[in-house]
């Protein structure tokens, strides 16, 4: 049987493409070649990193029990049992999605995906056998992998990936991380609330190259007054393995460093999953497939979604780029009329769950600037807030950028508590595409950490109103 739709990957991005295209009437199969069901966010992402970090949280609230008047003696923590609460969990994530993947509303195929040309594959399936699938449209959603840097002696030396950190019962003694995005400094502040000494050596003139200087500083700021050495615009030069610790020799300011630790960590990130892909001859634009608006890449017929094509690396994205590439596929089968679905980025909405958390969503100042868009920004510290003060949660700030003609609401960051559920609220408003006037008039609660937002608002509501 010939197919409509085919996807290769069954994670969130693929999964999302598969619903889609069956409820637009295609005839759909789904391949999946890993051993365990479920994608990148499930198995080795977002939840498993989550839970864990979660276990941190808790563990630092108790720590901190004698600032509350509150009795505990001498808190403790188990990483084993950490891990096995977080295994619990991800299989009974997994086992759902699987069940999903399974329910018979489309063929789920298990087995590594080689295209022989764009409208046929061939299946290395999982008991051994070979079969051949031909369709008309492709999604491919074979997600990403983690990049290994040719660092020297990096290989010989061994380290951590974010994989091991997810399975390991014990917590070092110290870890150098090598890099500074979410990754590295979820798993830097998930290792420092148990007593690791955690040294982060990154690249870039600041953590998270792609935030604000000024947002990226606060977190920075708070990580170190945590015990976090934090080494910036560096160059790795090599890595050596002594005994029992391993050292690594980097460059700052034209001075060479050398740190030590038992073990490294490298969070440098990852890059896209495209084998069997090869025979497609497909564009790449930064190492990752070139998609268009439409998720349409170079060949007509072959669609993409999720890491394997960028750009933002986060599973809401990637399901919105599902349904968009499922849902544009059947109009380029003649089953759908319309305009074809178009992705905007204008929301694009980041969070890190480090100790403390940073989120942001819309523009950048830096992208602003580029673009030449007169713009006027706002920022409010926790330290003076209220509802912060009285959780003991002081460090950071909320940050409003509107354009400095029509006081649309452009951008928003908030490093501190609970700062991934604060940045929603801003969301919703740039969703409507409300003003800072608009939005400096929403009443809020008090005392609640969500009304730290009224603050900028009003004072660039002030300064739109005035002319300022």
């Not at 690791?196 to 600041?206: A, D, K």
């Not at 025979?279 to 007509?300: E, K, M, Y």
């Not at 599973?315 to 109009?331: D, L, P, Y």
Request: charged share 20%; with cysteine.
């Amino acid at each position: 049987m010939e197919y409509d739709f085919v996807v290769v990957g069954g994670g969130s991005a693929g999964y999302a493409g598969a619903r889609t295209a069956v409820d637009l009437g295609l005839r759909v199969a789904v391949i999946e070649g890993g051993n365990q069901v479920g994608g990148l966010c499930i198995l080795r992402g977002c939840m498993p990193s989550k839970t864990l970090i979660e276990s941190a949280r808790r563990f630092r609230v108790l720590q901190r029990a004698e600032e509350f008047g509150l009795a505990l003696n001498d808190p403790g923590f188990d990483v084993g049992a950490i891990i096995e609460r977080k295994k619990r969990l991800i299989g009974e994530f997994a086992d759902y999605r699987k069940g999903q993947l399974e329910a018979g509303r489309f063929d789920f195929i298990r087995g590594a995906a080689v295209f022989l040309s764009p409208n046929e594959v061939r299946v290395h399936q999982l008991d051994g056998t070979e079969r051949v699938i031909r369709s008309k449209t492709f999604l491919l959603a074979t997600g990403s992998k983690i990049a290994v840097p040719a660092v020297l002696g990096l290989a010989e030396a061994g380290c951590l990936t974010s994989d091991d950190m997810l399975d390991k019962t014990e917590m070092p003694d110290s870890l150098i991380v090598l890099g500074g995005g979410p990754v590295a400094l979820e798993l830097a502040s998930y290792c420092r609330a148990f007593g690791c000494r955690v040294t982060l050596i990154q690249r870039s003139p600041h953590i998270l190259s792609s935030t604000d200087a000024d947002v990226a500083g606060a977190l920075e700021n708070a990580l170190r007054e945590d015990g976090i050495d934090i080494h910036t615009g560096t160059r790795l030069i090599r890595v050596e393995k002594n005994d029992q610790t391993r050292r690594v020799v980097f460059q700052k300011d034209g001075c060479e460093f050398t740190l030590e630790a038992t073990h490294i960590l490298n969070a440098l990130g990852r890059s896209p999953q495209l084998g069997g892909l090869e025979n497609l001859g497909l564009q790449l634009r930064g190492g990752r497939i070139d998609a268009d608006a439409h998720q349409r890449t170079s060949v007509p017929n072959i669609f993409a979604a999720g890491d394997v094509c960028g750009p933002c690396e986060v599973v809401h994205v990637a399901i919105q780029q599902g349904e968009a590439a499922a849902t544009n596929a059947a109009s380029l089968l003649g089953v759908r009329s319309g305009p074809l679905k178009v992705m905007d980025y204008r929301l694009k909405l980041f969070a890190v769950f480090s100790e403390p958390q940073l989120a942001c969503v819309g523009a950048t100042e830096a992208e602003l600037h580029a673009a030449g868009t007169p713009h006027i920004t706002a920022t409010y510290p926790f330290n003076d807030h209220g509802k912060s003060l009285v959780m003991g949660e002081t460090s950071g700030f909320v940050k409003i950028t509107a354009s400095k003609e029509t006081g649309e609401m452009l951008g928003a960051a908030v490093v501190g508590p609970d700062a991934a559920e604060l940045i929603h609220e801003v969301t919703v408003a740039m969703h409507y595409r409300a003003t800072v006037q608009d939005f400096a008039t929403i009443p809020h609660y008090h005392p609640t950490l969500s009304e730290i937002w009224t603050y900028p608002a009003e004072e660039l509501a002030t300064q739109i109103n005035l002319g300022i």
